[in-house]
């Protein structure tokens, strides 16, 4: 059955986008371009299931910033400026006391850490409304060992399916990250730090939060399997297609790497649609978010009914 937005959903979602602008500048305009609907459409229309969306453009370091002045510290505090100041108008206006799953992924995750250090994790009235935060492919750092800590004091990692104030993350890998890997090792040099000492990258999976092994519920866009020539027969008239149980999900780590194992079990083509793009150092970065996308909404489910229950 097709899905459909809810009518009333009890929650918000306040969602910020990876990078994808394709602007010949350092950081983006506010122009709502192309990319930006398209990256939405694909990682995050289908929790209009479970919650209010809010997608707020903000001036993100582009695609071809390294051409510009790269990864600069002004650029950073612009992009996060940004982020803040959608933050601060959407509680301000939109809000109205409702619960938040924040989402974002890469360049949004990494942004969100900074939002939630700062405006979440050390404000307890804020803190009260965290429903979760899903911050996928973004390196979120604990103390070795540890479940909180490290980016955020008080906000610890999702520990089940009913727990709420917490945080999900990882990065997907289909085999152990090798040295020098973007994701899933804390020697990245990411846009925040916040954590001192030892720190492992934080993984919790969105199928099984307690760990283990679980089946995931993946998704992709159709008119992408149908690129690649993988799409079912006939082909589907949904705008996704769903994978269900071709795919398990497991958080490992080993020789200083912590990542979600992604594993075919099924006997599809699934897994040839899994493009390593940029090489095994950057793993299954590009498809985080549509590994576990059924997984996501159903987590967000669970957590929205344990906040209100």
């Known amino acids: 059955m097709p899905a459909q937005p809810a009518k009333d959903p009890p929650i918000d979602c306040f969602y910020v986008y990876p990078t994808v602008s394709q602007q010949m500048r350092v950081n983006a305009d506010l122009s709502i371009d192309p990319e930006e609907v398209s990256v939405a459409r694909y990682q995050v229309a289908l929790f209009s299931q479970v ?52 989402i974002g992924h890469s360049q949004g995750a990494e942004l969100l850490t900074g939002l939630i250090h700062n405006e979440v994790d050390a404000k307890p009235v804020v803190r009260k409304q965290l429903v979760s935060a899903f911050l996928i492919g973004g390196n979120v750092t604990v103390p070795v060992g540890k479940t909180v800590g490290g980016d955020f004091a008080n906000i610890p990692a999702c520990g089940s399916a009913t727990q709420t104030g917490c945080v999900v993350a990882y990065s997907s890998f289909d085999a152990t990250p090798p040295p020098g890997a973007v994701f899933g090792r804390p020697s990245r040099l990411s846009m925040f730090s916040f954590g001192t000492g030892a720190q492992q990258v934080l993984c919790v999976n969105p199928a099984l939060p307690g760990g283990g092994t679980a089946p995931l519920k993946t998704y992709f866009e159709t008119a992408y399997v149908v690129r690649l020539r993988m799409a079912p027969s006939p082909t589907p008239t949904t705008h996704y297609v ?26 599809s083509a699934t897994m040839y649609v899994l493009v390593q793009s940029g090489g095994s150092t950057w793993g299954l970065h590009l498809h985080d978010m549509s590994l576990t996308m059924g997984n996501l909404i159903d987590l967000v489910r669970t957590e929205t009914a344990a906040y209100h229950g």
């Open 242 to 267: 769903m994978y269900p149980g071709e795919l398990t999900g497991e958080c490992k780590t080993e020789n200083g790497a912590t990542w979600l194992q992604i594993t075919r079990s099924g006997s």
């Open 51 to 102: 919650c209010h969306v809010y997608a707020p453009i903000y001036p993100q370091l582009t695609v071809n910033a390294s051409s510009y002045g790269g990864m600069s510290t002004n650029g950073i505090q612009i992009a996060y400026e940004g982020v803040r100041a959608a933050f601060a108008d959407y509680m301000a206006n939109y809000n109205h006391g409702r619960g938040i799953v924040f």
